[in-house]
T-cell receptor, first 113, second 114 residues
Framework: AQSVSQHNHHVILSEAASLELGCNYS??????LFWYVQYPGQHLQLLLK??????LVKGIKGFEAEFIKSKFSFNLRKPSVQWSDTAEYFC???????????FGKGTRLHILP | NAGVTQTPKFQVLKTGQSMTLQCAQD?????MYWYRQDPGMGLRLIYY???????DKGEVPNGYNVSRLNKREFSLRLESAAPSQTSVYFC?????????????FGEGSRLTVL
């Protein structure tokens, strides 16, 4: 069964620091990969997605992620975080063979002003 | 543009009571989902439906039933609610089978079981 691991449960950074959040998945076949963000009191919004092609994916708000197939990873990065990036971030995986989409447990990001 | 609409937004039940969460989408998506969100557990998939007339179990289906009434609607039923089902429930839809993939979420339903 597919699974998704997010290693960082809670990250605290200062503004302008660089960010990298880890995501690993277990499925060995074709996958579609997502990062979602949930701001306090809101539902999830898509940051970026990878279906195929260039493994370096750029999303909204300056976020990007790199798909490394050999490492089963899809880490989220941002060169310089802002206070407004304070939120919870979720990695999600879809096995290409069906419509099931599984989420990781999330990483709570807190940016200090 | 309504997107995904789920009702009710809040509900308090006593142990053993039943209820149905309703969800409808107007984006002509084939795939619909029910997730529950609990602190520290992320979103866990309860059931999903790849198309009208089909449903499949997700990660935590026990204690729940679903119905894909038509392409627009996907309901989640708790037959005999338990305190462990206290959670925030999200309905979502996606065109993933068409290659677009993004999940569109409803506003969530906060359920408390006493």
């Amino acid at each position: 069964a597919q699974s998704v691991s997010q290693h960082n449960h809670h990250v605290i950074l200062s503004e302008a620091a660089s960010l990298e959040l880890g995501c690993n998945y277990s499925y060995g076949g074709t996958v579609n990969l997502f990062w979602y963000v949930q701001y306090p009191g809101q539902h999830l919004q898509l940051l970026l997605k990878y279906f195929s092609g260039d493994p370096l994916v750029k999303g909204i708000k300056g976020f990007e992620a790199e798909f490394i197939k050999s490492k089963f990873s899809f880490n989220l990065r941002k060169p310089s975080v802002q206070w407004s990036d304070t939120a919870e971030y979720f990695c999600a995986v879809n096995e290409g063979r069906d419509d099931k989409i599984i989420f990781g447990k999330g990483t709570r990001l807190h940016i200090l002003p | 543009n309504a997107g995904v609409t789920q009702t009710p937004k809040f509900q308090v039940l006593k142990t053993g009571q039943s209820m149905t969460l309703q969800c409808a989408q107007d984006m002509n998506h084939n795939s619909m989902y029910w997730y529950r969100q609990d602190p520290g557990m992320g979103l866990r998939l309860i059931y999903y439906s790849a198309s009208e007339g089909t449903t499949d179990k997700g990660e935590v289906p026990n204690g729940y039933n679903v119905s894909r009434l038509n392409k627009r609607e996907f309901s989640l039923r708790l037959e005999s609610a338990a305190p462990s089902q206290t959670s925030v429930y999200f309905c979502a839809s996606s065109g993933i089978s068409l290659g677009t993939g993004e999940l569109f979420f409803g506003e969530g339903s906060r359920l408390t079981v006493l």
